[in-house]
Structure formats: C-alpha cells, structure tokens
C-alpha cells in the first residue's frame, strides 16, 4: 500500500547493505544504546527488506516482537533517533483495528560518528515474557496465490510438529503467528524453506525445554528461542559477506 512512500525513503540499495550498515551502527554504538534499543533496531532490520532501510510497523508490534513494554520501546526509538541510527516519520492513516504504523528510516552508517540530539535517560529495561498475537497487529500488502500456497504449507507443518508434543490448535495459531510475525518481511532475503526450518526446529526446542524446566510461558519462551536463531542467521550471513 505504501510502496511509493517507502521506495522515495529508500536508504540502501540492497539487503545486504543494510545488513552492513546495521553491524556497523551496533559496533560503533554498542556501549551508548540500550539492550532493548539494539532489540528494537535489529527487528527494524529485519522489517525493512522488502524497502531496504525502510520498516513499516505498530508500536504494540515492535513491542510484541522483541518482548518488551511499549515504553520501553518509545525510549528505545527515542535512544535510536537521537544517535542518528533511524528516522522517524509521520504516522500515517490508522489501520483498521488500532492505531497507525510509522515508517521507520534506517540511516546509512558511513556518515561519520554520529552526535545525540539528546542524551536519554539511562534505565534498566526489564524484559517480559509476551505471547506476541500479533496478526492484528500487522497491515499485510496483497499476498499472490503462490505466496498464499507457502503460508498454508508452513502452517500445515506447524500444525505438525506442535501436535507431535501436544492437541491444541490455539497455540498452534499463536506459535504460528509469532513465526509469522518475525519471517513475514524476510522472505525476499532468505530461503523460504530455510525461514521453515528455523521456526519448526524453535518449536521442538521450546517443547524439549518443558521437560527440564517449568516454562510460565510457551509462547513467550519460544519467542525468545526463535528470536536468538534469525540473530543467528543475520549473523551468520554476514560473517559470509565479510570474508567474500
């Protein structure tokens, strides 16, 4: 829906050199950003593939993704801002069901040290364990009859492997929508069937856990599980492009 907006803001010419750019922000950064402020700037990455550099997002599903109160994120974003990491631009019409996404900018990193615009106050961010239902959350593009035939297939075969540990197709629907929620952007930057693969093996994962410790929460748990892995993937990929 907002292909032009996003195309104008454009601020890389590939995924992998937003890639780059977020390694080298993270770098040069690490010791003034928050952990939930490099959370959050790692999700923006991850939502800003199909427009390389340009995320479209709800606060609450940022929130949901990275498993933190929706303050913490507002401060996060604020941290990001003010470190001229990413730009935020004018909310756009509300979607049906909540409020409006706002574009989020990702800035190149070869524009010297960047300088605050203001020194956020430090605080300690606690995390919290979050179920993430976020389908509502997100205002999906027209998807093709192909597409359609991957998403009914993938969830066939979370279907699967939840009802190999347990008969419940609600957290079925919800580990899905967590899976969706994090890989929905990522499909035009990763094998699909690798995307699969992740999410089913943090489902076994997030099952095999239950029988060494009480878990308060299984979809907070595997939010987390499948979180740690994509991390896993974007770094692996560019390990590979730095030794190239």
């Known amino acids: ?37 490099i959370e959050v700037l790692k999700v923006l990455s991850r939502h800003a593939c199909k427009t390389p550099g340009v995320a479209y997002l709800k606060l609450q599903s940022i929130a949901d993704l990275v498993g933190r109160h929706r303050t913490t994120v507002i401060r996060a974003i604020k941290r990001l801002v003010a470190w001229g990491i990413i730009r935020k631009e004018t909310k756009f019409r509300p979607v049906s069901g909540g409020h409006g996404a706002n574009m989020y900018v990702i800035l190149p990193a070869d524009n010297g040290d960047a300088t605050p615009q203001m020194q956020p106050r430090s605080t300690s961010d606690k995390p919290t364990e979050s179920t993430a239902e976020t389908l509502k959350g997100i205002n999906e593009a027209v998807i093709s009859k192909s597409i359609n035939k991957l998403l009914r297939n993938t969830y066939s075969a979370f279907k699967a492997t939840v009802e190999s540990f347990v008969s419940d197709r609600k957290l079925t629907n919800r580990l899905y929508g967590i899976y969706f929620a994090h890989t929905s952007f990522l499909k035009g930057a990763y094998d699909p069937e690798t ?50």
Do not use: C, W
């Open 1 to 37: 829906m907002y292909t032009k907006e996003s195309a104008k803001m454009a601020s890389f010419r590939s995924v992998d050199e937003l890639n780059g750019a977020i390694r080298t922000h993270i770098y040069r950064n690490k010791s003034d950003l928050t952990p939930a402020a």
């Open 195 to 244: 995307l699969e693969e992740i999410g089913l093996y943090a489902v076994r994962q997030t099952f095999v856990a239950t029988k060494r410790k009480r878990i308060r929460s299984l979809t907070g748990y595997y939010n987390g599980v499948l979180d740690r892995m994509l991390d896993r993937l974007y770094e692996t990929r560019f390990d590979e492009l730095t030794r190239s």
